[in-house]
């Protein structure tokens, strides 16, 4: 009975609450509330639990400590942010595999061969620029033989036509045929302009073909890694090559 009589009892007082901000320190803001302590001290605590964790932290670190994080994430605007890897890829390349297929470049490769087969087969590389100069090796018994030696008594041809590395006649056939194409010597340098124009032109086409294949390999690549199958990098990818990836073996069923 005694405890139904006190909550009677109870029920009869009236509430006492905390008091507003007087008005004469109303200039002052709200006035703070136990509530309101409470919540600005759990605030502060916890700040100051977590500098002395980092304080602790920072004292017990080993200063030979390495992680990848270290090189591979930097701070922008105060945030850690990770550093994306750059593809190994020219301009050039990506602006092709961006708009064509690996069908499209395997074609444009295979024409491109076929040209340079046909350039090598008209101009024989005979007197390319970078091409290792032939060897002719001449033996002789005596020295006296090798100081009255001459190239073109030798060769039987005329001095003029010692340092040609194609189309060196002999003598006795210059006095049984005449000559044949241009003697000129305006002309002649015509057509060695031109030869090594078609020098230059072989040379291009083929940087073209290898950059068309080293495209197509990475394309072929971005597509085998389209599949689910664990695989691990290898060797990275580079202008002149794409990236290896070792594919994890599966049996088929």
């Not at 977590?50 to 390495?66: I, M, S, Y």
């Not at 006095?175 to 032109?201: I, S, V």
């Amino acid at each position: 009975m005694s405890a139904a009589f006190r909550k009677a009892a109870k029920s009869k007082q009236r509430p006492h609450r905390e008091r507003s901000q007087p008005a004469s320190r109303r200039k002052l803001g709200l006035l703070e509330k136990k509530k309101d302590y409470r919540l600005r001290a759990n605030d502060y605590h916890k700040k100051q639990n977590a500098l002395r964790a980092l304080q602790k932290k920072a004292l017990d670190k080993n200063p030979d400590e390495f992680y990848f994080k270290m090189i591979r994430a930097e701070l922008k605007d105060g945030v850690h942010v990770k550093k994306l890897p750059k593809d190994e890829v020219t301009p050039e390349q990506v602006k092709l595999m961006r708009t064509q297929d690996i069908k499209y470049v395997e074609m444009k490769r295979v024409a491109e061969a076929k040209k340079i087969e046909r350039l090598k087969s008209e101009l024989h590389l005979l007197d390319a620029e970078g091409k290792n100069p032939n060897k002719h090796v001449f033996f002789f018994d005596t020295k006296k033989e090798v100081q009255e030696f001459d190239v073109a008594t030798h060769l039987d041809t005329l001095p003029e036509l010692v340092n040609r590395v194609y189309n060196r006649p002999t003598i006795a056939t210059l006095q049984k045929e005449t000559l044949k194409g241009a003697t000129d010597p305006l002309h002649l340098k015509k057509l060695a302009q031109q030869r090594k124009n078609q020098y230059d032109l072989l040379k291009q086409r083929i940087e073209r073909e290898k950059a068309m294949f080293v495209v197509a390999q990475k394309i072929q690549t971005r597509k085998d890694l389209l599949d689910k199958t664990h695989k691990v990098k290898v060797k990275k990818e580079t202008t002149n090559g794409p990236a290896i990836y070792k594919f994890k073996f599966q049996r088929k069923r």
